[in-house]
T-cell receptor, first 117, second 114 residues
Framework: NAGVMQNPRHLVRRRGQEARLRCSPMKGHSHVYWYRQLPEEGLKFMVYLQKENIIDESGMPKERFSAEFPKEGPSILRIQQVVRGDSAAYFC???????????????FGEGSRLTVL | AQSVTQLDSHVSVSEGTPVLLRCNYSSSYSPSLFWYVQHPNKGLQLLLKYTSAATLVKGINGFEAEFKKSETSFHLTKPSAHMSDAAEYFCVVSEDSNDYKLSFGAGTTVTVRA
């Protein structure tokens, strides 16, 4: 049973380019979460999505960042016009349930490391 | 807002000796607390979770953590370290009743000496 799959594992972009990070949740999971880890910091929540719906994007920067989880295919985190401050590790997690009834466990991928030159 | 402070960025222990990873949290309500581990080139894995039941929580691989409300601490321990315990450990608090909105500490890197 494959875990949460993220790709690419490493991505290098120049300032002003676009970065696209992909996440395939675990089999049977329909909830996806994106977290960002800046250098020397802990992971920070960005966005929570279900299929075709953004449930909570309170942690997403207001500009240049967007996320989707289409009916078919992986979830995509898109960063437009990247800047050096976007360099970070981006982690995706999935779960079969949300709060209230969940075990509280999110299953994380190995992360995608973005470097902006 | 909830937050977590991991008091040690790096801990080095000898194989077979105890491991102690320290974590303090701040929360305006009764939090859920977690410890996650990340081995090199692997995803984050849940070690254990506290949700206001027993204050001593047992996790996988021989780890346990004790919730101390008076000290706002949730330290992680293991009586005898193994080489396979070398990894990065994150103390985590849920920001509210939604367990998906987690606030992570900066992490503690554990190295185990033979």
């Amino acid at each position: 049973n494959a875990g949460v799959m993220q790709n690419p594992r490493h991505l290098v972009r120049r300032r002003g380019q676009e970065a696209r990070l992909r996440c395939s949740p675990m089999k049977g999971h329909s909830h996806v979460y994106w977290y960002r880890q800046l250098p020397e910091e802990g992971l920070k929540f960005m966005v929570y999505l279900q299929k075709e719906n953004i449930i909570d994007e309170s942690g997403m920067p207001k500009e240049r960042f967007s996320a989707e989880f289409p009916k078919e295919g992986p979830s995509i985190l898109r960063i437009q016009q990247v800047v050096r401050g976007d360099s970070a590790a981006y982690f995706c997690a999935s779960s079969p349930l949300t709060s209230g009834g969940s075990s509280g466990e999110l299953f994380f991928g190995e992360g995608s490391r973005l470097t902006v030159l | 807002a909830q937050s977590v402070t991991q008091l040690d960025s790096h801990v080095s222990v000898s194989e077979g000796t105890p491991v102690l990873l320290r974590c303090n949290y701040s929360s305006s309500y009764s939090p859920s607390l977690f410890w996650y581990v990340q081995h090199p080139n692997k995803g984050l894995q849940l070690l254990l979770k506290y949700t206001s039941a027993a204050t001593l929580v047992k996790g996988i691989n021989g780890f346990e953590a004790e919730f101390k409300k008076s000290e706002t601490s949730f330290h992680l321990t293991k009586p005898s370290a193994h080489m396979s315990d070398a990894a990065e450990y994150f103390c985590v608090v849920s920001e509210d009743s939604n367990d998906y909105k987690l606030s992570f500490g900066a992490g503690t890197t554990v190295t185990v000496r033979a």
